[in-house]
């Protein structure tokens, strides 16, 4: 079955410097990635999301790469700031499974004032 | 429309009770997800309506877990005979197919506690 890899487990950056987040997945019908941010006590939260058909997708601050072939997405976010402080868990889905989805591990990121 | 909404928050259980836990998902969605999610875990796909109609089921599913979603609106998951490694977050969650973001809206989740 599908399995989603996520590295780190833990990011800490100071304000104002950018973060990386990897992932790769190992069902080549994926063909659906979204990110989803997790705080304290709340379910996730959609933040963003690429499809297989696209490399690069970006919205404001965060921004989303995908190598099909190499089956490796990530996410970027820059200029950091302290409200980012979440943990970020990236996912993979497909059409063929109802968009059923599998996720990462999840990163903890700190950002530090 | 207030997204979704999932009952009780926390539950604490003794083993070998019975719990049935609530979700009602945003009103014109017509996918429903259920997940688990354990301490430093990311969430894991249980289960998911399409209307009314449960399309899949993880092997995570025992015969002791049910879930429902009766004339296709909000769903219920029970767990019978509950057992201490069912403590976790159970989510729900919801979403629009085809016509909507094949992203998923979460509620809060319920917190499971087997004691």
């Known amino acids: 079955g599908e399995n989603v890899e996520q590295h780190p487990s833990t990011l800490s950056v100071q304000e104002g410097d950018s973060a990386v987040i990897k992932c790769t997945y190992s069902?080549?019908?994926?063909?659906?990635f979204p990110w989803y941010k997790q705080e304290l006590g709340k379910g996730p939260q959609l933040i963003i999301d690429i499809r297989s058909n696209v490399g690069e997708k970006k919205d404001q601050r965060i921004a989303v790469t995908l190598n099909k072939t190499a089956k490796h997405f990530s996410l970027h976010i820059t200029e950091t700031q302290p409200e980012d402080s979440a943990v970020y868990f990236c996912?993979?889905?497909?059409?063929?499974?109802?968009?059923?989805?599998?996720f990462g591990a999840g990163t903890r990121l700190f950002v530090k004032a | 429309d207030t997204g979704v909404s999932q009952d009780p928050r926390h539950k604490i259980t003794k083993r070998g009770q019975n719990v049935t836990f609530r979700c009602d998902p945003i009103?014109?969605?017509?996918?429903l997800y259920w997940y688990r999610q354990t301490l430093g875990q990311g969430p894991e796909f249980l289960t998911y309506f399409q209307n009314e109609a449960q399309l899949e089921k993880s092997r995570l599913l025992s015969d002791r877990f049910s879930a429902e979603r009766p004339k296709g609106s909000f769903s219920t998951l029970e767990i019978q005979r509950t057992e201490q490694g069912d403590s976790a977050m159970y989510l729900c969650?919801?979403?629009?197919?085809?016509?909507?973001?094949?992203?998923?809206?979460f509620g809060s989740g319920t917190r499971l506690t087997v004691v």
């Open positions: 009103s014109e969605h017509n996918r």
């Open positions: 969650a919801s979403s629009l197919h085809p016509g909507g973001s094949y992203g998923y809206t």
């Open positions: 996912a993979a889905s497909w059409s063929t499974g109802g968009f059923k989805t599998i």
């Open positions: 069902d080549s019908a994926s063909n659906y």
